[in-house]
């Protein structure tokens, strides 16, 4: 039996997740969110929090677009990004890379370079790792955090009668993948959203108060909107003419004939913040001075997840991207 | 630049953890022991302990030799083995799986079938993971752990006049490997050594709080002495007539015209513990029933680490086994 037989990767994951035990007086929230969440030590002491991300050559680098600088920055910021969305900060990280025989040195010190640079941003501490030989490159992070009880935010808290925000615009490593794809070179904006991701801990820490549901947008708007409807048992309705695309996303999906808003519903790697917040904190967002994107709101309709277009047609929002489909 | 240019795969760390940051007020021990320690709450609450190890298809397993369920047994219990290295009790674990396009679903099933039977075993629960199509299968686990003060074992605190004393007998997994490599079937118990290991959970708990440095045998018996001596400041001297070895190991030896001492030495993945212990504990010891072989003790001669050969030669301890040499 193949993984598409049993309807692809999630399908899987709940498979496996099943065969292992997951059940632990510490655990707050196991797997299904950005991070695991863990009450180490008694309140008032913060939560920890536990993701992994992993990353593969040709499919998710290529060392013919990127830098290995920007290949470590990337393995880094992905992980960061789930801390993120966890309303936590991150700590500590421990970094596994699986090399070919025969890798030059300076290609390795470049990606622990450009994971270095990552870490010094956010104040990250390396604790260790492994170092293997193997037919491709491979990096895994494991990324430790912490968050204070009252900052978390879960995917499984978002409330009929929210706001839906995100944090930036959408659709621009997903446009410059896609250009790149066809050999065309992407503006300086495309390419550092493609190559250089960057998490949102720059303002997460702050919307972490006020929002009730949060989740990085890393396999596009689409399926992340629908993560947060299912596990918080509700639904959801995004207005089209409101999802931000940059300028160059729009020049790019003119130049290559296509929509825009495929790259910021069901392309991957943003890095943005979607979250919901209650109407009563809506205006506290807005006196912290934080340029958030309203694009839809939360319905008590559970797991009706829907785009007005701009026509007012109603469509069902995308699910995600499936490594093995 | 080659990895084998600059001495290998050691080397290759220290330059590789000077890219990033690894300085953090609470990391008690980071990057250079069995796992890192972390003060993440006030005394007395335990440290928390982070490791992680990688498994490559054709590097650490073979799917002609090992079933899935094996190789999952396997993944767990290197892991486990570090956290019962630093004395403490392993918790919670994250697993990073990258697999080929066309996998059977079965076959992952029963490798995480074989990650909950060693996590059942240890009372450990899962917390998460990532999974990731790629060209050959990578399994990352991340393993969290705790550790009392009192029972921390560092590679570092060996001292002078310490007994050095193994948990078990040695060199089996690399016997069952010589001989599955020239195509001879191992015994049972062989078989089990190298296909099936488990960590030594079952005694580190009660050989912690008597022991001043302990670390686990996964690179063999010559490799791990050194790093307690490098670590420790001190030196070492290791009776070859006192290193255990099973009667299968001696008679795969003998079949293939080897020294059975060389896999004891230099042949990887035992999982038995190394620790030393100060004379006046090793009564202690004995009282709590444990079987352990005492194989040598630690000199004030720093970083000189000697094999006494049966004939009473005194040769240099094996250094350890290099992926990219």
């Known amino acids: 039996m193949k993984i598409k037989d049993i309807g692809g990767e999630f399908n899987l994951i709940d498979r496996l997740a099943a065969l292992i035990p997951a059940d632990h007086d510490e655990i707050v929230k196991g797997i299904g969110d950005d991070a695991a969440v863990l009450r180490i030590a008694p309140v008032p002491a913060p939560y920890?929090?536990?993701?992994?991300?992993?990353?593969?050559?040709?499919?998710?680098?290529?060392?013919?677009?990127?830098?290995?600088?920007?290949?470590?920055?990337?393995?880094?910021?992905c992980n960061l990004s789930d801390i993120a969305a966890m309303g936590g900060q991150p700590q500590w990280m421990v970094v596994s890379i699986v090399l070919p025989p025969?890798?030059?040195?300076?290609?390795?010190?470049?990606?622990?370079?450009?994971?270095?640079?990552?870490?010094?941003?956010?104040?990250?501490?390396?604790?260790?790792?492994?170092?293997?030989?193997?037919?491709?490159?491979?990096?895994?992070?494991?990324?430790?955090?912490?968050?204070?009880?009252?900052?978390?935010c879960l995917r499984s808290h978002a409330r009929p009668g929210d706001h839906l925000m995100v944090t930036g615009s959408l659709g621009a490593s997903a446009a410059a993948l896609a250009l790149l794809s066809r050999g065309m070179q992407p503006s300086p904006y495309l390419m550092a959203k493609h190559l250089t991701p960057c998490s949102r801990l720059d303002v997460?820490?702050?919307?972490?108060?006020?929002?009730?549901?949060?989740?990085?947008?890393?396999?596009?708007?689409?399926?992340?909107?629908?993560?947060?409807?299912?596990?918080?048992?509700?639904?959801?309705?995004?207005?089209?003419?409101?999802?931000?695309?940059?300028?160059?996303?729009?020049?790019?999906?003119?130049?290559?004939?296509?929509?825009?808003?495929?790259?910021?519903?069901?392309?991957?790697?943003?890095?943005?913040?979607?979250?919901?917040?209650?109407?009563?904190?809506?205006?506290?967002?807005?006196?912290e001075g934080l340029l958030c994107h309203e694009v839809g709101c939360i319905t008590d309709e559970a797991d009706h997840a829907f785009l007005i277009r701009e026509d007012n047609e109603c469509i069902a929002l995308p699910r995600g991207y499936d490594h093995f489909r």
Chains 1, 2 share one sequence.
């Not at 990552?118 to 990250?124: I, K, L, P, Q």
């Not at 702050?206 to 990085?216: G, S, T, V």
């Not at 993560?227 to 639904?235: I, N, P």
């Open 204 to 287: 997460s820490g702050r919307i972490a108060p006020l929002a009730n549901a949060m989740i990085d947008i890393s396999d596009g708007l689409g399926p992340e909107v629908r993560h947060l409807c299912t596990q918080s048992g509700v639904g959801a309705r995004i207005a089209a003419a409101s999802i931000p695309l940059h300028d160059d996303v729009k020049a790019a999906a003119k130049a290559l004939g296509v929509d825009p808003l495929q790259w910021a519903l069901s392309g991957g790697e943003d890095f943005e913040l979607l979250f919901s917040v209650a109407p009563d904190r809506l205006a506290m967002l807005k006196q």
């Open 48 to 77: 920890l929090l536990v993701t992994t991300d992993t990353l593969v050559e040709k499919k998710h680098f290529r060392r013919d677009w990127s830098t290995p600088e920007q290949i470590g920055i990337k393995a880094a910021e």
């Open 102 to 152: 025969h890798i030059e040195v300076e290609w390795i010190e470049d990606v622990y370079r450009g994971i270095g640079h990552a870490c010094r941003r956010s104040h990250v501490a390396l604790l260790g790792g492994d170092t293997t030989q193997g037919s491709a490159t491979v990096i895994t992070i494991t990324l430790l955090g912490s968050v204070l009880d009252e900052h978390l």
